[in-house]
């Protein structure tokens, strides 16, 4: 069996792998260990690449039993050798990780759910549910629809209509919760307790994180079985950058890449940087806040797992960094019109600080970085509504248009104007 | 009789005040400490709290009357 059961991060008390978040004894949370001895008596490079197209082909390193049998297209998406994007900053190896185009909804988070759903049914569940703003709902939503699971989605009430209707869609039974984020917060957590459930970010939570290591395992693959010098992660929870590091640890325990020594630079808005800060402030402990900006997929004020991306990142060498809501935007353009790909705000986070940490001198002109791209910008468009101007309107005249093919090519060498 | 597990962030004037003391004293609820981090800067807490319902309630409202955050074990679940 390749998963020895579930352990506590804080106190290392350990519990068989059934669905439980929490350490009953010190409240600590809870973390899948593996019989990695086991997994690596069985697993090979080669076996890799004959596997599917989609993150189960790492599935010997994933917290499931059986064989997968949810969100089979989830992951092996682009790596990107953003050539544009690396010239305006100065870097010859800049690569993006491009989940955006992710399957089933166009962000990491299918990755994540993935797995939690996979587990789900393996431990008996025909209930899922999940708290959140937006990806993590779609990526529930679809994913339960399509394994025919009764699924639940709680929301604040006042969550923008566009981003419910993202969920309804699926059929879900949708609960928007009267309070602020705090209310609903511990409401799930109650009804997690009460409820028969699999809460995928609360009591299936340890299965579920897991999920994102694969983008570690993608990377490695996909950059030909080599480690980045750098990688620039965007922190919400804090999970994603924790469970990349332990990704490009594992493939190192597998044997498959030597030498680990990946710097983990996170990345924030400023608007709600509880990890960026303490990381500044040369802080042990994360101080909770109240978030604003318009990364609204990165604003976790408390984050679940800051302490231990402030962890990674510090004993990796790395930088925490933050920006204004003005730098994502810009990051969110700059990214779309040097490589194409159209990202959400916390696309734009993490190209904010990609490009201050250049400025900065962190990475050598031939050292090999990857930022990871989680989401896509079709679902935050207000953000970047003001900042992409309007289209040319003419006549329907060959004199109109040449008229304002000039007035185009006299603006190319200056400055874009907004119309 | 129910049990509320909470993860409690101490703001900086309010570490010195025996916050967990006083909510023992006014409702009916036993406060179990099962890990702490208390420093000159700030404190946070994980606790566990039982009593009756109407108790926790009132207990959980009266930390935040005393600007003490109260999140649940697992912090910010939403995402």
């Given at each position: 069996?390749?998963?020895?059961?579930?352990?506590?991060?804080?106190?290392?008390?350990?519990?068989?792998?059934?669905?439980?978040?929490?350490?009953?004894?010190?409240?600590?949370?809870?973390?899948?260990?593996?019989?990695?001895?086991?997994?690596?008596?069985?697993?090979?490079?080669?076996?890799?690449?004959?596997?599917?197209?989609?993150?189960?082909?790492?599935?010997?390193?994933?917290?499931?039993?059986?064989?997968p049998t949810v969100g089979l297209d989830a992951g092996f998406?682009?790596?990107?050798?953003?050539?544009?994007?690396?010239?305006?900053?100065?870097?010859?190896?800049?690569?993006?990780?491009?989940?955006?185009?992710?399957?089933?909804?166009?962000?990491?988070?299918?990755?994540?759910?993935?797995?939690?759903?996979?587990?789900?049914?393996?431990?008996?569940?025909?209930?899922?549910?999940?708290?959140?703003?937006?990806?993590?709902?779609?990526?529930?939503?679809?994913?339960?629809?399509?394994?025919?699971?009764?699924?639940?989605?709680?929301?604040p009430h006042d969550l923008e209509v566009a981003k419910v209707?993202?969920?309804?869609?699926?059929?879900?039974?949708?609960?928007?919760?009267?309070?602020?984020?705090?209310?609903?917060?511990?409401?799930?957590?109650?009804?997690?307790?009460?409820?028969?459930?699999?809460?995928?970010?609360?009591?299936?939570?340890?299965?579920?994180?897991?999920?994102?290591?694969?983008?570690?395992?993608?990377?490695?693959?996909?950059?030909?079985?080599?480690?980045?010098?750098?990688?620039?992660?965007?922190?919400?929870?804090?999970?994603?950058?924790?469970?990349?590091?332990?990704?490009?640890?594992?493939?190192?325990?597998?044997?498959?890449?030597?030498?680990?020594?990946?710097?983990?630079?996170?990345?924030?808005?400023?608007?709600?940087?509880?990890?960026?800060?303490?990381?500044?402030?040369?802080?042990?402990?994360?101080?909770?806040?109240?978030?604003?900006?318009?990364?609204?997929?990165?604003?976790?004020?408390?984050?679940?797992?800051?302490?231990?991306?402030?962890?990674?990142?510090?004993?990796?060498?790395?930088?925490?960094?933050?920006?204004?809501?003005?730098?994502?935007?810009?990051?969110?353009?700059?990214?779309?019109?040097?490589?194409?790909?159209?990202?959400?705000?916390?696309?734009?986070?993490?190209?904010?600080?990609?490009?201050?940490?250049?400025?900065?001198?962190?990475?050598?002109?031939?050292?090999?970085?990857?930022?990871?791209?989680?989401?896509?910008?079709?679902?935050?468009?207000?953000?970047?509504?003001?900042?992409?101007?309007?289209?040319?309107?003419?006549?329907?005249?060959?004199?109109?248009?040449?008229?304002?093919?000039?007035?185009?090519?006299?603006?190319?060498?200056?400055?874009?104007?907004?119309? | 009789?129910?049990?509320?597990?909470?993860?409690?962030?101490?703001?900086?004037?309010?570490?010195?005040?025996?916050?967990?003391?006083?909510?023992?004293?006014?409702?009916?609820?036993?406060?179990?400490?099962?890990?702490?981090?208390?420093?000159?800067?700030?404190?946070?807490?994980?606790?566990?709290?039982?009593?009756?319902?109407?108790?926790?309630?009132?207990?959980?409202?009266?930390?935040?009357?005393?600007?003490?955050?109260?999140?649940?074990?697992?912090?910010?679940?939403?995402?």
């Amino acid at each position: 069996m390749k998963i020895k059961g579930l352990q506590c991060k804080e106190c290392h008390k350990t519990y068989e792998a059934v669905a439980l978040h929490v350490c009953e004894f010190c409240f600590g949370p809870l973390e899948v260990v593996y019989d990695y001895a086991f997994i690596r008596a069985n697993l090979s490079k080669e076996k890799i690449l004959q596997g599917p197209k989609s993150l189960w082909r790492y599935e010997a390193l994933l917290p499931i039993a059986g064989p997968p049998t949810v969100g089979l297209d989830a992951g092996f998406t682009p790596m990107v050798h953003a050539k544009n994007l690396g010239t305006e900053l100065g870097l010859d190896y800049l690569y993006l990780k491009n989940d955006t185009v992710n399957c089933l909804t166009l962000s990491f988070k299918d990755r994540v759910v993935a797995v939690a759903l996979t587990r789900a049914k393996e431990l008996g569940f025909n209930t899922v549910a999940c708290a959140s703003t937006g990806n993590l709902a779609n990526a529930v939503s679809a994913a339960a629809a399509s394994a025919q699971l009764r699924c639940f989605v709680f929301i604040p009430h006042d969550l923008e209509v566009a981003k419910v209707l993202g969920n309804l869609v699926y059929r879900p039974t949708v609960v928007a919760i009267e309070g602020n984020y705090d209310d609903v917060n511990r409401l799930c957590s109650e009804i997690s307790e009460e409820f028969p459930w699999a809460f995928v970010n609360i009591n299936i939570r340890p299965y579920y994180s897991e999920g994102s290591k694969t983008l570690a395992y993608e990377t490695i693959e996909q950059m030909g079985w080599q480690v980045p010098d750098h990688v620039v992660v965007p922190i919400a929870s804090g999970s994603l950058l924790t469970k990349i590091a332990k990704g490009f640890k594992e493939f190192e325990w597998m044997g498959f890449v030597s030498g680990v020594a990946t710097q983990l630079h996170g990345a924030q808005a400023q608007g709600c940087a509880p990890v960026a800060d303490a990381f500044k402030e040369q802080r042990e402990f994360i101080r909770p806040l109240k978030p604003k900006t318009i990364a609204k997929s990165l604003a976790i004020g408390n984050p679940a797992d800051g302490i231990y991306a402030l962890q990674a990142i510090r004993s990796s060498g790395g930088m925490a960094e933050a920006v204004s809501d003005e730098e994502v935007v810009e990051g969110m353009l700059l990214l779309a019109s040097k490589e194409g790909i159209f990202a959400e705000t916390a696309g734009g986070v993490t190209i904010g600080v990609l490009k201050k940490l250049a400025k900065q001198g962190r990475f050598g002109r031939n050292e090999v970085v990857v930022a990871y791209i989680t989401g896509n910008g079709l679902k935050t468009q207000e953000a970047v509504t003001p900042a992409v101007g309007a289209p040319w309107t003419i006549k329907p005249s060959l004199s109109g248009f040449q008229k304002m093919l000039k007035e185009v090519e006299t603006q190319m060498s200056s400055p874009p104007r907004r119309r | 009789m129910s049990k509320l597990r909470v993860h409690l962030t101490f703001p900086e004037d309010k570490i010195l005040e025996p916050v967990v003391y006083e909510v023992g004293q006014k409702y009916k609820v036993v406060t179990n400490i099962r890990r702490a981090d208390v420093r000159e800067k700030t404190g946070w807490m994980e606790l566990e709290l039982s009593g009756e319902s109407s108790e926790i309630e009132g207990a959980v409202a009266y930390l935040k009357t005393r600007q003490v955050k109260v999140d649940p074990v697992e912090k910010n679940v939403i995402e």
